[in-house]
C-alpha cells in the first residue's frame, strides 16, 4: 500500500522523481525571490513555435501512464486533485521533451529548442511543453513550498501566458525565458490556444544575474532621467529658487 501523500507540500505527487541537487545561493523560499522576472535568454518564437507544430503529440498518450508509475497515492486520486485545481484531460495537456525518469532531452526534440534548452547556463529538468486550451483557468494554487527539491521554474511562451501571481497580474510575451515563483498563491488562464514551454532550473543563477541586471538598469534610468530633467529644467528652478530667497 502506497503512503498516503500530502497535496499541501506538493501539488504533483512525485517526490524527488526526476529531481536533481538543486543549488540557491540564498534561502530557496518564496518570500526571497520576485513574483517573476524576465531573464536575460532571448529566443526567436518563429522557430519555436514551427519545431512545437511538428512535435509528435502522440506522445501524451503514455505520458501519465509513465509518471502514474511514480505516484506516491493512486492516478485517480491525483487526477482527481488536478481536476480541482483546473488541470482537466481536455484543456491542458503536458508533452515531455525529456526521456521519463531523466533531464536527457529525447530525440523527438527539435534542433532549435534543443540549443535553447542544452544552453542556458544551468542544469534544467522536468523540461516539457504545455498546452492548453482558449477556456483553460486555474483555481489559486501553489505548486510547492520551497525550491530546494523541485528548482525554479522557467516558462518560455510560445504563445502569451497569463498568471496571477500573489495577486499580481501577469503576461509573460513571447521572445524571453522567465522565472515563475510558483512556490506563491497563483493561477493561471488563457485568452487563446496557448502553448508554453516549461523546465525546473537546479540553480537561481540565472534568477539573481536578472535581477542584478534589472538593478543596473534602474539605476542608469534614474540617472539618466535626472539628468535629463536637470538640463532642461534648470534655468526654471534657478528663477524658482531666487523667488523664494
Known amino acids: 500500500m502506497k503512503e498516503h501523500f500530502n497535496y499541501e507540500n506538493d501539488i504533483l505527487p ?5 529531481t536533481i541537487p538543486v543549488y540557491s545561493s540564498i534561502e530557496p523560499v518564496p518570500e526571497n525571490f520576485p513574483n517573476y522576472i524576465r531573464l536575460n535568454i532571448q529566443v526567436d518564437v518563429t522557430k519555436l513555435r514551427q519545431e512545437w507544430e ?8 503514455h505520458y501519465w501512464r509513465q509518471m502514474a ?19 482537466k484531460i481536455d484543456n ?14 529525447s530525440e523527438n526534440v527539435g534542433p532549435y ?29 501553489f505548486d510547492h513550498p520551497t525550491f530546494a527539491i523541485h528548482g525554479f521554474r522557467m516558462f518560455i511562451p510560445i504563445d ?9 497580474d501577469i503576461e509573460l510575451t513571447p521572445g524571453f525565458a522567465y ?35 534589472r538593478k543596473i538598469c534602474n539605476e542608469n534610468r534614474a540617472h539618466l532621467l535626472y539628468r535629463d530633467i536637470t538640463k532642461k529644467q534648470r534655468t526654471e528652478y534657478y528663477k524658482m529658487l531666487g523667488r523664494l530667497a
Open 14 to 18: 512525485v517526490g524527488n522523481f526526476e
Open 54 to 61: 511538428v512535435f509528435p503529440k502522440d506522445i501524451v498518450k
Open 69 to 87: 508509475k511514480h505516484f506516491k497515492n493512486s492516478l485517480r486520486e491525483t487526477l482527481e486533485i488536478f481536476k480541482e485545481q483546473g488541470f
Open 92 to 105: 491542458y495537456k503536458v508533452f515531455p521533451l525529456r526521456i521519463i525518469g531523466t533531464n536527457t532531452l
Open 113 to 141: 529548442t534543443r540549443e535553447v534548452l542544452e544552453n542556458v547556463g544551468v542544469p534544467l529538468f522536468r523540461q516539457q511543453y504545455v498546452y492548453a486550451t482558449s477556456t483553460w483557468e486555474t483555481n489559486t494554487h
Open 160 to 168: 502569451p501566458a497569463y498568471m496571477i501571481i500573489n495577486g499580481e
Open 179 to 213: 522565472f515563475v515563483n510558483i512556490a506563491r498563491p497563483h493561477k493561471a488562464f488563457s485568452k487563446g490556444k496557448r502553448v508554453v514551454i516549461m523546465a525546473q532550473m537546479a540553480s537561481d543563477k540565472l534568477i539573481q544575474e536578472a535581477l542584478s541586471f
